[in-house]
């Protein structure tokens, strides 16, 4: 089931941000993700509408959105590859008439998801915080059509 989040879900949330970000980007140094573990929690959630995917009242993943810019998809690592982020998607892209994403470049394992998702990559960008490049990435209803 997919419903919108709430504040009691945020410190799960922030936990599966936390682990999904150590597995997903070896490049970056991990005491930098521990420094950001409570950031979604305190500074992201709550300006965005987060959605979970949930099992019998077991967190699977979620997605935040702001408009039609996909903030971040997390999903639990030991839940990973099991259809959780297509659904997310799914789940967005029937609310959305278009969607757009940041990705980093050496983030290969997002890139061939978001792809497989229908988006495409459209700019390149430096982020700047932590040095390293960044894809925009976008999926439009109208270039599935």
Not at 21 to 35: C, Q, R
Not at 86 to 94: A, E, G, P, T, V
Request: proline share 4%; aromatic share 14%.
């Amino acid at each position: 089931m997919i419903r919108q989040a709430t504040p009691t879900d945020f410190p799960e949330l922030s936990d599966i941000f936390h682990d999904a970000n150590l597995i997903a980007h070896p490049f970056i140094d991990p005491d930098f993700i521990v420094t950001k573990k409570f950031r979604p929690q305190d500074e992201k959630l709550p300006l965005s509408k987060s959605y979970v995917y949930e099992v019998n009242g077991d967190i699977h993943g979620f997605v935040s959105v702001s408009q039609d810019q996909i903030n971040g998809l997390f999903v639990r690592v030991d839940r990973q590859r099991q259809g959780v982020g297509s659904q997310l998607l799914s789940y967005l892209k029937d609310r959305h008439e278009q969607l757009a994403l940041r990705c980093f470049v050496d983030n290969y394992q997002a890139q061939r998801f978001y792809h497989s998702q229908g988006f495409e990559i459209t700019e390149e960008k430096r982020f700047e915080a932590l040095e390293y490049d960044e894809f925009i990435m976008r999926w439009s209803r109208l270039a599935t059509h």
